[in-house]
């Protein structure tokens, strides 16, 4: 969902990276429960990745993605 909100330039594709990157750290400390597990562990270290991504992802601008011929909310609402 996030890409897509990415690729289609979507104002809220900041929040929604940031959202995702939360959901990550949840995850992680969910599998961090199982230490003694060294696949829920390796699962660990993926979500803390993810998270790592996504929050970078959040952080920028999404005006930067946006299209130059993207309407803005008062032109569709106005149309």
Known sequence: MSTNLMIDGSEF???????????????????????????????????HACSQYCSSMGRLSSAYFRRPNFDTFEALVAS
């Open 13 to 47: 594709m900041g929040r929604t990276f940031l959202i995702c990157a939360e959901m990550c750290d949840r995850c992680a400390a969910a599998c961090e429960i199982y230490s003694d597990d060294p696949q829920m562990m390796a699962c660990a270290e993926a979500c």
